[in-house]
């Protein structure tokens, strides 16, 4: 599923208003609080200047600090910013978490600049926004082609600003720096966890269980890696170039262990299958692992199984997602599935307050909890019959934002 600006905004208003709420607390909704857009001048090896377009968007604080990540991708434009802004103030109120949505990004590909380039980058976009972020204010992350050493540099930086410590300033930092340790895994783990859930709630057994998984990347890779290890059967995979199907199941080992950098594999067998052609085959669950190419409405109207879960979101398009809903198919939103990501960083943002470190076994059993305490949120909307679990999704993770508004009295 990937909604446009304006189709956010819709879906916003939808909710809100399916809800009770009035026009004076959505028109706080569908708009963000703060759009910040900066200019950052980087000196590039070669002694020219070089500028850089940044931004920061806050989409509501009404429920505490703000949070989202900071996308560094060539493709990232204003209007981008502020659709993953109102989607994270969602996510954050699916999670129940005491944050509200934000998002940044700069305009680059971090591929093309040198290590220091991305470093003077980095530190410069901090400068930029400094006065507007915080431990108690807006609270960044790493997203797209960011990273944990890239967090690094700015931890660093708000730091030195600040003239203290501020590891709480930012989240997705590597483990030395206050950071969560084995944060990849965590979250392809959170993943897991939410499918496993929603194969039981299907009526299913994850023994047994025969499962496509579309994208081969390092998630999908992960899922077919944990299905066959728990007794799942998975009898079709696809990369970007096609897909493989067998059966009695794939032999995932083998195939994990030819699979190269990219996530590809299909290209070593020459009788790999179109991709909607798997969708044709017999099978219980249908798992949407990479948006490129997402399920399209055409695979959708021939799948078989009774569950499809959209592991990232856009793994599902939104004509597919209406098909399927048509088909009684039951869809998990990628909205849902997302929400590691969000449970990891206000995990780490309350470490780094407390100034306390969890062991493994706890952060596990807290992620665990907590990915099927929203499941369970969405779910109980879910089943009065009057909404859709996108719909659905929108009104649980909008309603405390809703109500903070409501009570504290900002009309």
């Not at 304006?6 to 208003?17: E, K, N, P, V, Y």
């Not at 006065?131 to 807006?138: A, L, R």
Request: hydrophobic residues 40%.
């Amino acid at each position: 599923m990937e909604i446009s600006a304006h189709g956010t905004q819709q879906w916003i208003r939808s909710a809100l208003s399916r809800m009770g709420y009035g026009e004076a607390v959505i028109e706080q909704l569908i708009e963000p609080q703060l759009c910040l857009t900066v200019r950052i001048p980087v000196m590039m090896d070669n002694g020219a200047i070089r500028i850089f377009t940044g931004y920061r968007v806050q989409h509501h604080n009404a429920v505490g600090p703000t949070k989202g990540g900071i996308r560094f991708h060539p493709d990232v434009n204003l209007a981008s910013i502020i659709r993953e802004a109102m989607i994270m103030t969602i996510k954050c109120g699916l999670a129940g978490v005491p944050f509200g949505g934000a998002k940044g990004g700069i305009a680059c590909d971090p591929r093309e600049l040198s290590f220091r380039e991305l470093e003077r980058l980095s530190r410069g976009y901090v400068r930029a926004i400094s006065q507007i972020v915080g431990p108690t204010k807006d609270i960044p992350a790493p997203d797209g082609l960011s990273n944990s050493r890239i967090m690094a540099w700015m931890a660093d930086e708000y730091s030195r600003l600040r003239e203290c410590d501020a590891r709480s300033f930012i989240t997705g930092k590597p483990a030395v720096l206050g950071g969560i340790a084995d944060r990849e895994r965590l979250l392809f783990h959170s993943v897991l966890l939410l499918l496993e859930e929603s194969i039981r709630d299907a009526g299913l057994s994850l023994t047994g269980a025969r499962i496509i998984i579309r994208g081969f990347g390092e998630l999908g890779a992960y899922l077919a890696a944990e299905i066959h290890r728990k007794g799942g059967v998975v009898i079709g995979l696809s990369d970007r170039y096609g897909a493989l199907y067998e059966e009695g199941g794939l032999d995932i080992e083998t195939l994990l262990d030819r699979r190269d950098s990219f996530g590809t594999v299909t290209r070593l067998f020459h009788t790999r299958l179109a991709h909607d052609e798997i969708c044709d085959k017999p099978h219980d669950v249908f798992v949407g692992a990479t948006s490129t190419p997402a399920l399209g409405e055409e695979g959708a109207a021939h799948l078989s199984g009774r569950l499809v879960f959209e592991a990232v979101p856009g793994g599902v398009h939104l004509s597919a997602y209406r098909v399927l809903l048509q088909r009684g198919v039951t869809v998990v939103p990628g909205i849902l599935s997302s929400l590691g990501s969000v449970f990891l960083s206000y995990f780490e943002w309350v470490q780094n307050k407390e100034g306390y470190r969890w062991s493994k076994e706890q952060l596990e059993s807290r992620l665990q909890e907590r990915m099927i305490k929203a499941y369970r949120r969405l779910q109980d909307v879910v089943r009065t019959g009057e909404s859709d679990p996108l719909l659905a999704a929108a009104m649980v993770g909008l309603r405390p934002a809703a109500e903070a508004i409501r009570i504290r009295g900002l009309l």
